[in-house]
């Protein structure tokens, strides 16, 4: 039977994601879906959910909701301190939820992004094939007080627990993998080492359509003719700007694409808080896994 | 042998593939050509190809084993092919209302270009433009053959909120946005039709290779069709070319 879980406060940035929006990039439409996947998997996978479920994906600062009718869920990346009636849950680990119980979000212990995944999935509706929240593409492109997500009630049952220690080491990786783009080669010698042994942070500007650095990259790197981009390109702006595409970016570009993340990357990317230091590994081509 | 097309790895599941640097008609039918080849071959909905002016990406959804070796291989077929088709192709013909309420920067492009209002509007509505390919947002179309008068230079600030169906004019550009957003392009009118509808088949009906040609309509026209896209009843009017 259908039910749902009412948005009590919405916290800061929290949205309906799933694995994306396929075969429409050619329209303008950027992918979407969950910015990292290897949570939002995992969410679906303690469920035995299918990999494409709905999930939430929330944002620092989590929201408060209450269930109408019994559920399963999951949380996993982003450690955000969930509670349900007051009680703090851990991440990784399938909870039976009642009805009327409510659920919270605390302090910040680590990552930026956490999936609440339910059993069968959240039932909102999907445009495109996809039920990702994009603004322009789906009616919804955040969460806000008030609102209704359907789920399918399930009955409680027994519960397991996931051993976590492997499973966020990406959250907790200072590193992130790239390999070059198509326009890597342009670049001068000094400046394909200052990537390598500089250390980059998140600007406050980022969100889910890209993550800008605050470190700038000075470089005489001429425009390119527009062309296609995807989520992990990295561009160089003339002003020295590093901008890393992601689920929600757009799908063309005229800067130069100089890194491409790779998909661990991006996973890894999406977790730093605004000034928080990474480091960029480059991997060759012919480094990877077959 | 020329140097092109150029094959790149793009990431672990996608490989750019790159003609001429050239914003050119002959080039656009060589991608055009080369993205219709892919998309009968390769399973749609495992790959996806995106295509802009004079490249275009091949990206796998699931990670293959060879990816850059599975697509040299189709280029290899598709350069033994000899495809001679023509890719089929529509002119659809777009309302415009240039009308101040919309054309703000109009008097601007009037002052700055010595050029009447009225010149303008007839330079802009009188030439088919091609359509290279979509992308910035959802719907938003590439159009080349802007007449050269009416090149001008984009604004110094950009502006916090464009409205939806604005048609403006950036460096050698036109278009329309397809969406109230940000953008720094010169706006001189609004078109009331959708260009983009995410709950059809196929969201976009105007799409890479097809041409536009812009008519004016005045305010009242303007807002007749708007109310009749809202009820779904208005098509763009379009032939095939």
Request: aromatic share 8%.
């Amino acid at each position: 039977m259908m039910t749902q879980v009412e948005i009590i406060q919405p916290g800061l940035y929290s949205s309906i994601q799933d694995l994306g929006r396929y075969g429409y990039r050619e329209f303008g439409v950027p992918t979407s879906g969950a910015m990292d996947r290897q949570a939002a998997k995992l969410a679906n996978l303690l469920l035995k959910n299918e990999p494409e479920a709905a999930l939430l994906e929330i944002t620092l600062q989590g929201p408060k909701m209450a269930f109408f009718g019994a559920a399963k869920i999951a949380i996993t990346g982003a450690r955000l301190s969930p509670e349900l009636d007051g009680v703090e849950l851990e991440n990784n680990q399938v909870v039976n939820v009642l009805p009327g119980q409510v659920l919270g979000f605390g302090k910040r212990k680590s990552g930026y992004r956490a999936y609440l995944a339910i059993k069968g999935g959240f039932q909102t509706g999907k445009v495109l094939g996809s039920r990702s929240w994009y603004a322009g593409v789906t009616p919804n492109s955040r969460l806000e007080k008030g609102m209704k997500l359907p789920f399918l009630e399930t009955e409680p049952e027994s519960v397991f627990r996931f051993s976590s220690v492997k499973v966020d080491e990406h959250i907790a990786s200072v590193v992130v993998e790239a390999l070059p783009g198509p326009e890597f080669e342009l670049l001068q010698p000094s400046e394909k080492e200052a990537l390598q042994k500089w250390r980059f942070s998140a600007a406050k500007e980022s969100n889910r359509m890209g993550i800008q650095f605050q470190e700038k990259l000075e470089n005489k790197l001429e425009a390119v003719l527009t062309g296609p981009v995807l989520p992990g390109t990295v561009q160089l702006t003339p002003s020295g700007t590093l901008i890393a595409l992601m689920r929600d970016g757009q799908t063309t570009g005229g800067y130069p694409r100089i890194l491409q993340l790779t998909e661990t990357g991006i996973n890894t990317l999406v977790q730093k808080l605004p000034g928080e230091k990474i480091g960029i590994k480059l991997v060759e081509y012919s480094q990877l896994k077959k | 042998m020329s140097d092109f097309p150029k094959i790149k790895r793009m990431g672990e599941r996608a490989v750019l593939v790159e003609f001429e640097p050239e914003i050119s008609p002959e080039t656009l039918e060589k991608v055009l050509k080369l993205k219709k080849f892919l998309q009968e071959k390769l399973i749609k909905q495992k790959v996806e190809v995106t295509s802009a002016y004079n490249s275009l990406i091949i990206n796998y959804l699931l990670r293959i084993e060879d990816v850059y070796n599975e697509v040299c291989g189709l280029l290899e077929e598709f350069s033994g092919a000899n495809i001679d088709e023509i890719i089929e192709s529509e002119l659809f013909h777009v309302p415009v209302c240039y009308d101040d309420v919309f054309g703000l920067d109009l008097g601007e492009i009037s002052k700055a270009k010595n050029l009447s209002e009225k010149e303008i509007i007839r330079l802009h509505s009188s030439v088919d433009y091609l359509v290279y390919f979509t992308g910035f947002l959802p719907g938003f179309l590439y159009l080349g053959g802007l007449p050269q008068k009416l090149h001008f230079s984009r604004r110094s600030h950009p502006r916090k909120k464009v409205r939806k169906g604005a048609v403006g004019i950036g460096e050698k550009q036109t278009g329309i946005y397809p969406q109230t957003s940000p953008g720094g392009w010169n706006i001189i009118g609004n078109s009331p039709v959708k260009l983009f509808d995410p709950g059809a088949d196929k969201p976009c009906k105007i799409s890479a290779g097809d041409r536009l040609r812009f008519y004016q309509v005045d305010l009242e026209e303007h807002q007749r069709i708007l109310e009749l896209v809202k009820r779904g009843e208005f098509s763009i009017k379009s032939e095939k070319l």
